[in-house]
Structure formats: structure tokens, C-alpha cells
């Protein structure tokens, strides 16, 4: 589960997020392909293009069992300032974590 995470307060009519459909979720998960590089596809910000990216490739509905997968974790941050930031910010924290649940039917070790 992500840590720390903000959700985008843009409205969904935003010129930017018709190109950033996935922004909408924290975790995708797609079927591997070479051409699939970037979540918001190639370019998305010098290009009049839009429905490229994981929101498309999901709406493909592939087959994910025995294939090869990516698994793409979504994250923003929402800055709280506080005076020592001022003038450069030095850091922002952001995480998630992968923990199985029932995914044995007994105990590996």
C-alpha cells in the first residue's frame, strides 16, 4: 500500500489529465510489452494526443495469467512548506511496500 501518497485535485476535464489517465490509480498491472515504456505514454507533454498510456493499454483487457507482468505504482506528493524548506526544498518522502497475504496455504519457512 502506498505511504504518503496524495490524490490529484485537478478536475478530470483538465487539459492535462486527458493525457495522465493514470493518475486515476495508485497500481496497475499490464502485461509486459516492449512499446509500453512510459504510463503516460510517449510524449504526453508535446503532444496533442490523448487516450495513450495505462488507461488505454488496461482498456485492452489482455490475459495476465502465465505472462510476464508490470506492475506500475503510481505516486505524488503534496508539499506542506514549512520555512526551512525556503528557498530549495530538500527532500520529500515517498514509498510504498509489497507484503503477500494468503498467498501460501502454509508457512515457506
Known amino acids: ?17 486527458r493525457r495522465a489517465g493514470f493518475l486515476e490509480h ?12 512510459f504510463p503516460g ?16 493499454w488496461i482498456q485492452r483487457d489482455h490475459n495476465l495469467e502465465n505472462a510476464s507482468l508490470v506492475l506500475w505504482y ?3 506528493v503534496t508539499h506542506i512548506p514549512r520555512t526551512e524548506d ?15 497475504a494468503g498467498f501460501f496455504d502454509r508457512s515457506p519457512a
Open 1 to 17: 500500500h502506498p505511504h504518503g501518497g496524495a490524490r490529484v485535485y485537478a478536475q478530470p476535464e483538465a487539459k492535462f489529465r
Open 26 to 37: 495508485d497500481l496497475w498491472v499490464t502485461k509486459f510489452d516492449p512499446n509500453e515504456r
Open 41 to 56: 505514454g510517449d510524449f504526453p507533454n508535446q503532444t496533442p494526443r490523448e487516450g495513450e498510456g495505462l488507461k488505454t
Open 74 to 76: 503510481i505516486f505524488g
Open 86 to 100: 525556503w528557498p530549495v526544498m530538500p527532500m520529500e518522502y515517498a514509498s510504498f511496500s509489497l507484503q503477500p
